[in-house]
């Protein structure tokens, strides 16, 4: 290894020790630890002003394929993905409009009174809505959304919204490994491969479909102590206001809703259309500032910045290990141990992908895999699809490890700390990386069964 690439995984995982350590605020870490990528690795070592340039990205911005794009193109996720940040940033507008217009607490109380306020029913109705809307809405619009909800309904039940988040975070991640849309890894397989909505959910799908029931399962027994003793509360239903009592404006409320919808047609819709999420985002926050009117002020002030700040430092660092070839590096080593064993090459890719995938941002750990699995299948005579669907498996359910290991992670962990309910590494990897396994094995054994 050069210098600049020991240098790049040294300043990764010292990154990664903070982070876990939690004695430093994440935002300060990952940009202290992007910073020092950008000085030490790309100007001392490498000397590349390329490099800078190129994981900066704020060229991208200004290009026609950042906001418009012909379906089918290949996606780039070289350095800050700046497209992730503004769709973020214009979701994060939309949900605190929706929020001001009550419509989340009107949501959460409609659910309440629908299962009778029982804590148990609301556990499993929110992790399965999680993984449905999940399969046709981004994830990162899904945790926002959810999230939201959750607190709210935590605040009038008087919940611990914690196992709620964690689960619903788990199942965003595993509803969107089942269609080309729900997860940013899948679309960049879909389109480098030329895999359609319907290819993903005939196979991914499957393998979602049947590992949600046992995941469901899982996370009820993991927080089952929890939710009994909720249960065991005596809880009035005439204590609670009626849901139409959260409407604050008929006005407001009609239009967040629109807005909202909107939102999902534009995001089930844009590959056809070729509307990037950057262009999405924007457009939906414009429209959330407009029709808020006086209030446009103070839902910008509310946009989490530190989230925001914590994803570029992250994708600097990350474009360390891009730039220095570690990920083409690791990528390598799973063709050069395969051999010509399919159920290996399954096998070393779920796994391999899983595991780095719940360190490194799998967005981009994706798209480095691309050219080995075309070049795996070319060279050893097997059929790409099988090896594409393990990929898809392991880096969008591996990404579920960890509260960095996906968008959604880090989104849904910011809001519930955001709120007054930190989780912390322990608390959070504690039930997910056993759920990890579980839907890793289901999903091996899977193909196993019907490709191998």
């Excluded at 059929?383 to 392991?394: D, H, K, N, V, Y």
């Amino acid at each position: 290894m050069t210098i600049a690439q020991i240098l790049a995984v040294l300043i990764f995982v010292v990154m990664f020790a903070l982070i876990v350590s939690d004695r430093i605020e994440r935002e300060f870490v990952s940009l202290g630890c992007g910073a020092l990528t950008l000085i030490l690795v790309f100007g001392v070592c490498m000397r590349s002003k390329n490099a800078i340039i190129e994981t900066l990205n704020i060229q991208s911005i200004f290009t026609k394929s950042f906001w418009y794009a012909k379906a089918g193109a290949e996606e780039s996720s070289m350095g800050i993905n700046w497209a992730t940040i503004i769709f973020i940033a214009g979701m994060m507008i939309m949900v605190e409009g929706m929020a001001k217009a009550g419509f989340f607490r009107w949501l959460c109380m409609r659910l309440a009174k629908m299962v009778h306020y029982k804590p148990i029913p609301l556990f499993v109705t929110f992790m399965i809505m999680s993984a449905l809307l999940a399969m046709f809405i981004d994830s990162i619009t899904v945790i926002l959304f959810l999230a939201a909800v959750t607190v709210e309904l935590a605040r009038l039940l008087k919940l611990d919204p914690v196992p709620m988040i964690i689960s619903e975070v788990f199942c965003a991640n595993l509803g969107g490994s089942a269609t080309m849309c729900g997860d940013p890894p899948n679309i960049i397989i879909g389109t480098a491969l030329k895999y359609s909505f319907w290819d993903f959910l005939g196979n991914t799908g499957i393998m979602a479909g049947l590992s949600l029931v046992i995941v469901i399962f899982y996370f009820f027994m993991v927080y089952r102590k929890e939710l009994l003793l909720e249960e065991a509360e005596a809880i009035h239903p005439e204590m609670f206001p009626e849901p139409a009592e959260a409407i604050k404006s008929k006005k407001d409320f009609s239009i967040s809703c629109v807005i909202f919808l909107c939102a999902v047609v534009l995001l089930v819709t844009h590959e056809e259309t070729g509307l990037s999420v950057a262009f999405i985002g924007t457009v939906i926050a414009l429209v959330t500032l407009i029709t808020s009117g006086k209030n446009a002020l103070e839902l910008i002030k509310k946009i989490d910045y530190k989230t925001l700040l914590f994803f570029i430092g992250l994708f600097i660092v990350v474009g360390g290990l891009e730039q220095t070839e570690i990920l083409e590096k690791i990528a390598a080593f799973i063709g050069e141990i395969s051999g010509g064993n399919l159920k290996l090459m399954v096998a070393i890719i779920i796994w391999i992908s899983a595991i780095a995938s719940a360190f490194v941002d799998n967005i981009p750990f994706a798209a480095t895999m691309i050219p080995i699995v075309k070049s795996l299948a070319a060279a050893q005579g097997v059929e790409l699809s099988t090896l594409a669907w393990a990929l898809s498996m392991g880096t969008d359910i591996g990404g579920s490890a960890t509260p960095i290991g996906a968008s959604a992670n880090v989104v849904g962990t910011s809001v519930a700390a955001k709120s007054g309910y930190p989780i912390s590494w322990g608390k959070y990897c504690r039930s997910t990386v056993p759920a990890t396994i579980i839907v890793l094995v289901v999903s091996m054994l899977f193909i196993f069964g019907r490709y191998c």
